[in-house]
């Protein structure tokens, strides 16, 4: 099964899906490659929007792959693995195209920082979501953090950050972290939610979008992810983390 999908939809949308739901769609360097991949392809002028979901109804994305990560333990180990996620997720964050991420299911951890590098969220009914990174002795590295506190209010982004804690889509919805819940088909949802975007010239999209990063690159949001990163990496090295992880793959090898 391919890690990841890249499909072209109706209306110049380019959609990726993560397509790991075996392990609820969690990061790989596989998938990062073909993330990189999408967002070259979304620059392309037959493109009007970029969207993110995950494969299956289960989850959008469990964040990084804890069993693919768990041999990262020194602090240069895990800076390598979160400074290129940052990077990729800056690319997402300045692409000069409208992006959305369609949360058909759960988000944790680095899955919520993917989907804050997007210009809009909307959820499935029932979704839930939370950046749980705090619950792994390690902060957001993948430049989530220092996108969400600039995208919701302070006070919102600092209690979902410090509290660590998974969110109903409805919570989701009055915090502004997802504009919209949705029913049912999450492309329909998707074309419906960004219909006023998809009748619009591809110039005028790019135009909007060049104007925010501009606002990115006065706020100095590369340099802002690159220290979340390497942050981050500092965390990822402690026991405390290493031994959240344990947890999280004994319990995983008791269920098989
Ligand atoms: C900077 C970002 C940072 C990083 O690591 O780089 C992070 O993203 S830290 C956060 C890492 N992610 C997590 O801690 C989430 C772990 N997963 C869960 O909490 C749950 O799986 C959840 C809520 C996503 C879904 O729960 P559900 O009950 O629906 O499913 P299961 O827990 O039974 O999982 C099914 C199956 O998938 C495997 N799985 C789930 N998440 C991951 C993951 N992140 N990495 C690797 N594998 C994952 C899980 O082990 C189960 O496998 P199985 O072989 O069937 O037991």
Known sequence: MDPYI??????????????????RNAINYEVMSGLEKAIDMAAGNDIKVFAITGAGDQAFCSGGDLSAFHSLKTETQAYGMLSRMAGILYKLLVLPKPT??????????????????????????????????????????WGGGSILLEKLPQNIAMKMLLDAKIHTAEELRDFGFIHQIYKDDPIDACLSFMSGSLDKETTVLEAYKTMLNKKWKLLSMRERMEEEAARCAVLWEDDAHHKKVDEFMNKKNKNN
Not at 13 to 19: E, R
């Open 6 to 23: 890249i499909s072209k939809e109706k209306n110049g949308v380019l959609l990726f899906t993560i397509n790991r739901p075996d392990r």
């Open 100 to 141: 959305i991420a369609i949360l058909n299911g759960s988000a944790v951890g680095g899955g919520c920082e993917i989907a804050s590098a997007c210009d809009f969220r909307i959820g499935r009914e029932g979704m839930k979501a939370g950046f749980v990174q705090g619950n792994l002795a390690i902060t957001t590295g």
